[in-house]
Nanobody
Framework: QVQLVESGGGLVQAGGSLRLSCAASGRIFRVNTMGWFRQASGNQRELVATISTSGSTNVKDSVKGRFTISRDNAKNTVSLQMNNLKPEDTAVYYC???????????????WGQGTQVTVSS
């Protein structure tokens, strides 16, 4: 089975920084796109940033210039450096991975358990 384990959430004042990390482990043949989504209370889950194996990124407009996504393909990890945090960034952040567990199987979506990020004004 595959697990995505996140770390790094917490409480920070507006203007502060946090770094989220996520590691994929288990029966993995190949990890394709990885990324971060978030869900604020009462809202739908939304994309924050994704990164391909080649390093191509897709970043939500409202966090561009503040958030940076990166990954280590050898370790199957993805990180999100969040700077100049704003109260509207408060949400549960979920790690995402598009993962193939065996070469004979199709790619499936996997999610972490979520980590709370709270930004106080």
């Amino acid at each position: 089975q595959v697990q995505l384990v996140e770390s790094g959430g917490g409480l920070v004042q507006a203007g502060g920084s946090l770094r989220l990390s996520c590691a994929a482990s288990g029966r993995i043949f190949r990890v394709n796109t990885m990324g971060w989504f978030r869900q604020a209370s009462g809202n739908q889950r939304e994309l924050v940033a994704t990164i391909s194996t080649s390093g191509s990124t897709n970043v939500k407009d409202s966090v561009k210039g503040r958030f940076t996504i990166s990954r280590d393909n050898a370790k199957n990890t993805v990180s999100l450096q969040m700077n100049n945090l704003k109260p509207e960034d408060t949400a549960v952040y979920y790690c995402y991975g598009s993962i193939q567990t065996l070469f004979t199987l199709p790619v499936s979506d996997y999610w972490g358990q979520g980590t709370q990020v709270t930004v106080s004004s």
